[in-house]
């Protein structure tokens, strides 16, 4: 287990077997695997109107939501041939966020998209700046460099991005919908 000032403890390595992420945590925070009792959680998280409008792939739909949590505890039992790992975020127990860590059609090589979404209740109280600040410490670690690929209408993740670094900005199109994107390298 390693350790730095922030009161951040991170767990290594991961299995390579499966695909359950590492267990990592900072001072009032725990990033694990998602058990089932999560799942109403969770889908609050999914339909909230923000996460909805910000999350690529949100439905908007309970059932579908149902769907992809269940598809979430059966990822950690694949095998699966890219980095794929998601995290509840919990602060005392109480499931407060999302996070996922993944190679995806926008990532290089040596590269691993954030994705996150925070609880409703939960949103303002710097949840995601401690998770950032401990992810930028992992990926020296991981041998990769985190993207976020985010709408530029989101600025609240914008704003949170920059107070991490971005290194370079790309602008990209959905094929689907037609619309602009951002590709955002964050800074080492």
């Known amino acids: 287990m390693l350790g730095n000032s922030f009161g951040i403890n991170i767990k290594v390595p991961f299995n390579q077997d499966k695909m359950y992420p590492p267990k990592l945590k900072t001072s009032r925070l725990s ?16 339909l909230d109107e923000a996460s909805m409008r910000f999350m690529g792939g949100a439905s908007g739909d309970e059932q579908e939501e149902r769907r992809l949590f269940k598809k979430i505890l059966e990822i950690y039992e694949g095998e699966n041939k890219r ?23 926008h990532t290089k090589a040596h590269e691993l998209e954030i994705v996150y ?6 949103r303002r109280l710097g949840i995601m700046t401690e998770v950032l600040a401990l992810l930028k410490k992992q990926q020296a670690f991981w041998q990769k460099r985190l993207i976020a690929t985010i709408s ?6 914008i704003a ?9 900005e790309e602008i990209l199109v959905n094929d689907e919908t037609g619309k602009e994107y951002l590709k955002l390298l964050l800074e080492k």
Request: hydrophobic share 40%; aromatic share 14%.
């Open 160 to 168: 949170l991005l920059q107070r991490w670094g971005i290194e370079t």
């Open 117 to 122: 979404m925070i609880h409703p209740s939960e």
């Open 152 to 157: 530029p209408d989101n600025l609240a993740s």
């Open 83 to 105: 980095w794929f790992w998601i995290w509840g975020i919990y602060q005392k127990n109480l499931l407060s966020g999302h996070l996922e860590l993944k190679e995806t059609t």
């Open 31 to 46: 990033l694990t695997p998602y058990s089932p009792k999560d799942e109403d959680r969770f889908v609050e998280m999914a």
